[in-house]
């Protein structure tokens, strides 16, 4: 098969792997049918964090060919959407909701596993990885809102429910790409009464009001945080969404919460200090991390299938496998939000 490969920073190309084969009896194989360029990706792409040299990515939709023999929940022919990390669902950890961190789990794209920029995936723990989507015959739109719910959609509402947003709440979310926006859609679906999107892009800030901001501060450093104090009288927001991992999204953050408040972070940190004094004497709180997907897909799932949001917009770049490289520059220069890759037919 044809699959994407990191060979070193800058440096993503098409290659040929073996056919992914079941090799457990809980193993599935999935034929892709969308996969994207995460923006964690790009941490790999532009040699900030360490890769392993193969496969990539961790973001994918498809239909299901193989089944080992001890999978139950999920047949061939389905359609289904894979989270970003495999889970045996069994686990204490799992058993608690944190499907992140399984015991026995791992992420896709890195350590040998197949990667979801690719024809096909192998897939660990199929039954307490694997969500089957209900229906046939999606739209294109469908389909990409779909392939949110493997990451970015599901980190951004990990990144609002974190944050403790609910209805009334005053929100702020730090960070303008895929994940941020996502967030937007997710504090506006848990009743925020006022969300507050930082951003500098007129296309994003146009898309994140349609998501459902309702102001916009194109300010950075203090003064984006005298922008949102003056906003609010003082106070601060309710919940503060971190979801770009740098030590200036996270010290804007933390200075925007309100006392009592917790600051909601799922941006991959680089350089980041947790502001202990601020967390000790104004009492604000951090909670986040990577997302528990495979607990948040089935309740975004109907929302999705339903048309109630639509987070696939966010896909503003789209080409095939043959395009990777240019998928991967776009997003690094920000002339594109996320990029979807087309690999396979639905045929479902």
């Given at each position: 098969m044809r699959a994407a490969a990191f060979l070193g920073p800058h440096h993503i190309e098409v290659a040929d792997r073996p056919d992914p084969t079941v090799a457990a009896p809980t193993d599935a194989v999935v034929r892709v049918v969308l996969g994207c360029v995460c923006?964690?990706?790009l941490w790999y792409y532009r040699g900030e964090s360490p890769h392993a040299l193969g496969p990539i990515g961790h973001e994918f939709i498809g239909v299901v060919e193989q089944v080992g023999p001890e999978v139950r929940g999920i047949g061939t022919g389905d359609l289904v959407i894979a989270p970003l990390t495999y889970s045996d669902g069994t686990c204490v950890h799992c058993q608690a909701g944190w499907t992140s961190n399984c015991a026995n789990g791992g992420s896709f794209g890195n350590h040998g596993i197949d990667g979801g920029q690719g024809e096909s995936v192998r897939v660990p723990f199929a039954d307490g990885t694997l969500v089957r989507v209900p229906g046939s015959g999606h739209s294109d739109e469908t389909m990409g809102s779909l392939l949110t719910l493997s990451d970015v959609m599901c980190t951004g509402h990990h990144a609002a429910m974190s944050a403790g947003v609910k209805p009334g709440s005053v929100v702020?979310?730090?960070g303008d790409g895929a994940v941020g926006l996502c967030a937007i859609i997710a504090a506006c679906r848990l009743g925020a009464a006022r969300i507050i999107a930082l951003s500098r892009n007129p296309a994003r800030q146009q898309l994140a009001r349609s998501f459902g901001a309702t102001d916009i501060v194109a300010?950075?450093?203090?003064?984006?945080?005298?922008?949102?104090k003056e906003m609010t009288d003082g106070i601060g927001v309710d919940a503060a969404v971190e979801c770009v991992g740098t030590g200036e999204s996270m010290a804007t953050a933390f200075a925007i919460a309100r006392i009592g408040s917790i600051v909601g972070a799922v941006g991959a940190p680089h350089g980041v200090e947790v502001p202990i004094d601020t967390v000790i004497f104004r009492n604000i709180g951090l909670r986040g991390g990577v997302a528990p997907v495979r607990r948040y897909i089935p309740e975004l799932l109907d929302d999705v299938v339903e048309g109630r949001i639509n987070p696939g917009r966010v896909f503003d770049f789209e080409t095939d496998l043959d395009g990777?490289?240019?998928a991967y520059a776009a997003m690094d220069e920000r002339r594109a939000i996320k990029s979807l890759l087309r690999i396979g037919a639905k045929e479902v």
């Open positions: 923006g964690s990706d702020a979310v730090v300010e950075r450093g203090e003064a984006a945080i005298e922008a949102i990777i490289g240019e």
